[in-house]
C-alpha cells in the first residue's frame, strides 16, 4: 500500500523546515519540539467537551489528571470510564500534546476521559511511568462516582508509550483481580524493547517514528536490558496474556513498530482474548495526533472510541 499523500506532503514539510531528528536532542528539547509540532496538526479545540485540571494522589507524589466529560451528557450521568496514557516514547508528550484526542474520545464515544500526567525519563526512569498508570487506574476505579464516572465500565488505553502502558496495567489488573477493566485500546502499542522485527528495518526512518529514536527512548526509559525484558517494561514477554480484558490493537502501515502491535494482537487471540486488529496501512505513527490536517485520524478515534463504548455497553 502506498503512503497517503496527505503524510507525505507533512513529511516533506518537516523536511523542509529543517526540523532537527527528535534522537538529537536534549529530552527537554525533544518535549519543546513535540508541543510545537503537535499543535498545528491537532485540529481545533472543541467546545462539546468539559474539563477539569486536578491532582491525584501516587507513589512519589501526587499526578496530574484532566477529567473530560462530554457537555451534552446528563449531569447526574454515570459515564462509562476511558483512563488515558499519552505517547512520546515514556520521555516526551504530556496532557496538552493529546488534549484534543481526549476531547474527541470523550464526544465520540460519550465518555469520561481521565487523561494521565505520568512522570517522564529520565528524571524519572522505568517503572515510575508504569507505577504512576496503576497508582491512576486504582484511583479512577475507587473514586468512580465522584467524577461523574461508572466504575464498573473502566477501560484503558493509549497511543505507542501509552499503549505499552495500558497494555501493562491490563495484566497488572488481571493479576491483582481489581480492579476490572473492560477494554484495553492499544493505539500502535510498543510492546517489545527487545523488538527486531521486519517493520523496524523497513520503516526504520523516513516515517516520523525512526529505530534510531526508539533507541533514544528505550536508553532514557530502561537503560538496564534486565528491565526491557521483563513485562511490565515489554508486556509482549509475558508468559500468558490469557484472562486480560478484551482489546482493540491499531497499528499503522509506516510504522517500525506495526510488527509488534500486530503480533501482541495474535498473541492475545491465542491466549483467548478477544481482540479486535485494525491497521492503517497507508500511515504512520502518531496520526492520532493529526485530526486536525488527517480525516483518518478523525475516523481513527472515532471507530477507537465507538468500541471502548459498545465493549463497555455504554
Known amino acids: 500500500m502506498a503512503l497517503d499523500p496527505t503524510i507525505r506532503l507533512l ?7 529543517g526540523r532537527p531528528a527528535l534522537h538529537t536532542l536534549s529530552p527537554v528539547d525533544a518535549r519543546t519540539m513535540m508541543r510545537d509540532t503537535r499543535a498545528p496538526i491537532q485540529g481545533p479545540i472543541l467546545d462539546t467537551v468539559a474539563q477539569e485540571d486536578r491532582k491525584i494522589p501516587g507513589p512519589s507524589g501526587e499526578i496530574p489528571v484532566r477529567i473530560y466529560r462530554p457537555k451534552a451528557a446528563a449531569a447526574d450521568a454515570r459515564l462509562p470510564i476511558l483512563v488515558f496514557f499519552h505517547g512520546g516514547g515514556w520521555v516526551i508528550g504530556d496532557i496538552e500534546t493529546h488534549h484534543t484526542v481526549c476531547q474527541r474520545f470523550a464526544q465520540d464515544g460519550n465518555l ?14 522505568y517503572p515510575a511511568a508504569v507505577d504512576d498508570c496503576w497508582a491512576a487506574t486504582q484511583w479512577v476505579a475507587a473514586n468512580a462516582a465522584s467524577i461523574g464516572g461508572d466504575a464498573s465500565k473502566l477501560a484503558v488505553g493509549g497511543d505507542s508509550a501509552g499503549g505499552n502502558l495500558a497494555a501493562i496495567v491490563s495484566l497488572l489488573a488481571r493479576d491483582a483481580g481489581a480492579p476490572k477493566i473492560g477494554f484495553q485500546c492499544l493505539i500502535y502499542p510498543a510492546v517489545d524493547a527487545l ?8 520503516n526504520a526512518e523516513g516515517y516520523l517514528l525512526t529505530t534510531a529514536a526508539m533507541k533514544y527512548f528505550y536508553d532514557h526509559y530502561a537503560p538496564n536490558p534486565a528491565d526491557r525484558a521483563d513485562w511490565r517494561c515489554s ?3 509475558a508468559a500468558t496474556l490469557a484472562g486480560v480484558a478484551p482489546a482493540m490493537v491499531i497499528t499503522a502501515g509506516f510504522d517500525p513498530l506495526r510488527d509488534e502491535g500486530a503480533d501482541y494482537a495474535r498473541r492475545l487471540a491465542a491466549d483467548g482474548v478477544r481482540v479486535e486488529y485494525v ?4 500511515l504512520i505513527h502518531g496520526f492520532f495526533g493529526m485530526p486536525g490536517v488527517l480525516p483518518q485520524a478523525r475516523r481513527g478515534i472515532t471507530t477507537a472510541a465507538q468500541a ?3 465493549a463497555l455497553g455504554g
Open 279 to 282: 491497521e492503517f496501512g497507508s
Open 112 to 125: 469520561l476521559v481521565v487523561s494521565v500526567d505520568y512522570r517522564l525519563a529520565p528524571e524519572h526512569r
Open 11 to 17: 513529511l516533506d514539510a518537516a523536511i523542509a523546515a
Open 235 to 237: 508486556p509482549l514477554r
Open 195 to 202: 523488538a527486531n522485527t521486519g517493520s523496524m528495518a523497513r
Open 308 to 310: 471502548i463504548r459498545e
